[in-house]
């Protein structure tokens, strides 16, 4: 079966990275917010949008 050679070292990247953190998703979470905040990179923020109305499909 062949293989993405691009998804196959994305997904090595997120296995090595979420070891550092001995898979915790918690642990991993902090340090996303952590990065993020000591990024110089320009954040955009988007307005909450209001979920729409139901239809009724009948």
Do not use: C, H
Not at 35 to 45: A, P
């Amino acid at each position: 079966m062949w293989q993405d050679p691009i998804v196959k070292e994305t997904r090595e990247l997120r296995k090595q990275y979420a070891s550092k953190f001995k898979n915790d998703v918690d642990a991993i979470f902090e340090d996303i917010l952590k990065r993020q905040e000591g990024s110089k990179r320009k954040r955009v923020k988007f307005p909450t949008r209001k979920p729409k109305a139901e239809r009724n499909i009948a």
